[in-house]
């Protein structure tokens, strides 16, 4: 793997210290990347989304169930996913960064810098920060969506 350096500072000491608009420019702009990064087609030689994913799924729930914690909305979350897991089929197979989060965004000067650790592609995991939006399309529709801390 080639990395290249990208310069700044992470996003998660970075934005507390931002205006919101400065953060929420910041969230345009990577919300921006990762459609960008979900547009490139994933090496054939991987497993379908859906197969990779439900994988993901049972291993992730394994780890949940045995991990000692229990979530008060756990019936709910997990009749959630296994409800809705089979509309993942036939959806195209595209790069995902599987980690996406302020810590794993690069701020300079600012201004949104980059992402980095990409160091696996399987899902996104967009961990919850204060006033940043993140931009989703979803059945064809672009929504800024908000996620509070």
């Known amino acids: 793997m080639v990395l290249g350096f990208v310069a700044g500072e992470d996003a998660s000491d970075v934005l507390p210290k931002l205006t919101t608009d400065e953060q929420y420019r ?34 992730q729930l394994t780890d949940y169930q045995t991990c000692g914690y229990r979530l008060p909305e756990e019936d709910l979350i997990v ?26 965004l690069i ?21 919850k920060y204060r006033c940043l939006p993140f931009i989703s399309t979803f059945n064809g529709q672009e929504n800024c969506l908000y996620l509070l801390q």
């Not at 990347?33 to 979900?38: F, P, V, Y």
């Not at 089979?86 to 989060?101: I, Y």
Request: glycine share 4%; hydrophobic share 30%.
């Open 26 to 59: 910041i969230g345009l702009e990577a919300g921006r990347e990762l459609k960008l990064i979900h547009e490139i087609e994933a090496p054939p030689e991987l497993e379908d989304w859906y197969t990779r994913r439900s994988a993901k799924h049972l291993r």
């Open 79 to 104: 009749e959630f996913i296994n409800h809705h897991l089979e509309e993942m089929s036939g959806r195209p197979n595209r790069l995902q960064h599987d980690d996406f989060h302020p810590s794993n």
């Open 107 to 127: 701020v300079h000067e600012r201004r949104y810098s980059g992402a980095i650790d990409f160091n696996r592609f399987d899902c996104t995991l967009i961990k």
